[in-house]
């Protein structure tokens, strides 16, 4: 059985006086398996969070259909096992983090004894147990994330939506939210999330989804979409003279930093690197450092948005 399945999945909305026809999302195709991370990845405006609505109800669709765990999302029993963290949650702020987390406790009828085991093991599971009897409007941004997360695992979900999860989180933050998303893998839970930071992604990420207007552009592995990522070499240089700088840029397929003397540039070919070398070698310069590089994830996904411009 499958985590999520998702065929033609279509969302139009209608917009301003003479109802112009807005397509959100495009005829979705996915497949996730269980005890997947996937990150969901796209630009503002791409249709992420208008298909975490779709599947949860929250909208209907158009078009097409979706199972979650086996079950259709037009049955309200397929939200039995999932938990959601929305990209802009609202909180109580003036309930405390314990009290905050009972009350979400209550709703799935869990008793006295069960709520406060639950909510000491989700405050520990987030790092907010120092935090316990904290009023949430006393919170920063992102100890409100982490929050919101722990409420999205209240009812042990089998599968997991997380809306820009990592906003508000410091390096720590976000390290300690990777962390969280393995311990859930390891117990065969699926998360999907959507996220702007791509590096999070290449570290954790089972499968990625790469949505643009609406439509999707891309699925599957890491290595499976960068498997004809391309080779460049980095070239970093100092103390050429202007002219040395323009004849280095003819020969780079992209400048990526210019300033005063000193230039960073790339280059794609072992001849380019050689008359880069020479002409370093010629105009007095010194070459700091050349460091191969592969295609990053970002690479792809700015291509890939580039070319929608």
Do not use: W
Request: hydrophobic share 40%; with cysteine.
């Amino acid at each position: 059985m499958l985590a999520v399945k998702i065929v033609g999945l279509t969302k139009i909305f209608r917009s301003g006086i003479r109802q112009k026809r807005v397509v959100a999302l495009d005829h979705l195709d996915m497949d996730i398996e269980p005890g997947q991370i996937v990150g969901y990845l796209g630009p503002n405006g791409a249709g992420k969070t208008t298909t975490f609505k779709l599947l949860l109800g929250l909208l209907r669709p158009t078009e097409g259909s979706a199972q979650l765990l086996g079950k259709s999302i037009k049955d309200i029993r397929s939200r039995e096992s999932i938990g959601f963290l929305p990209e802009q949650p609202y909180f109580y702020n003036y309930l405390t983090a314990r009290e905050f987390l009972d009350f979400y406790c209550q709703l799935f009828n869990q008793d006295k004894t069960t709520r406060r085991r639950r909510v000491a093991e989700l405050l520990e599971l987030v790092n907010l147990s120092d935090a316990v009897d904290v009023q949430l409007r006393k919170f920063s941004r992102g100890m409100l994330q982490r929050i919101g997360v722990a409420q999205a695992l209240i009812n042990d979900p089998q599968l997991i939506f997380l809306d820009e999860p990592m906003a508000g989180l410091d390096p720590i933050g976000r390290k300690q939210m990777r962390d969280l998303f393995l311990r859930l893998k390891t117990e065969m839970k699926t998360v999907l999330y959507s996220t702007h930071i791509l590096s999070d992604v290449e570290a954790i990420s089972d499968q990625v989804a790469i949505l643009l207007r609406g439509k999707l552009h891309g699925f599957g592995t890491l290595g499976e979409l960068l498997k004809t990522r391309e080779k460049r070499m980095e070239m970093n240089i100092e103390g050429l003279d202007p002219k040395g700088i323009e004849l280095i840029k003819e020969l780079a397929t992209e400048t990526l930093i210019e300033r005063g003397n000193q230039l960073l540039v790339h280059v794609s070919s072992e001849a380019a690197v050689y008359d880069a070398q020479q002409i370093v070698m010629q105009r007095g310069g010194k070459l700091t450092s050349l460091v191969a590089r592969l295609e990053s994830l970002e690479d792809l996904f700015v291509k890939f948005v580039s070319d929608q411009i």
